[in-house]
């Protein structure tokens, strides 16, 4: 099993920024792609972005450009770098991983709240 701690949310000013921080514990070792998902609310849960073994990267089209994501030189830890928020961007922010075994671990989840 992988267990996975996420921290980092909370409440920014439009245009601010924020880093989110996932970190995988267990068995590490089975860890493939990771990445992030968030839900805001009244709406389906949507991909943000991914980082795969291989540190190749995907991001949604609404984040593109302004979300980096990166892992740290293990591969245990996967961070979210938000720049430019928008109130649009508020959600429950929720990292992932997908081990080799083809089962996907979720994290606890992180609010943030982009508003004046």
């Known amino acids: 099993q992988v267990q996975l701690v996420e921290s980092g949310g909370g409440l920014v000013q439009p245009g601010g920024s924020l880093r989110l921080s996932c970190a995988a514990s267990g068995s590490i070792s089975m860890i493939s792609d990771m990445g992030w998902f968030r839900q805001a609310p009244g709406k389906q849960r949507e991909l943000v972005a991914i980082?795969?073994?291989?540190?190749?990267?995907t991001y949604a089209g609404s984040v593109k450009g302004r979300f980096t994501i990166s892992r740290d030189n293990a591969k245990t830890t996967v961070y979210l770098q938000m720049n430019s928020l928008k109130p649009e961007d508020t959600a429950v922010y929720y990292c992932?991983?997908?081990?080799?075994?083809?089962?996907?671990?979720w994290g606890q989840g992180s609010q943030v709240t982009v508003s004046s």
């Open positions: 992932y991983t997908d081990t080799v075994r083809l089962i996907r671990y």
């Open positions: 980082v795969t073994s291989d540190s190749s990267k």
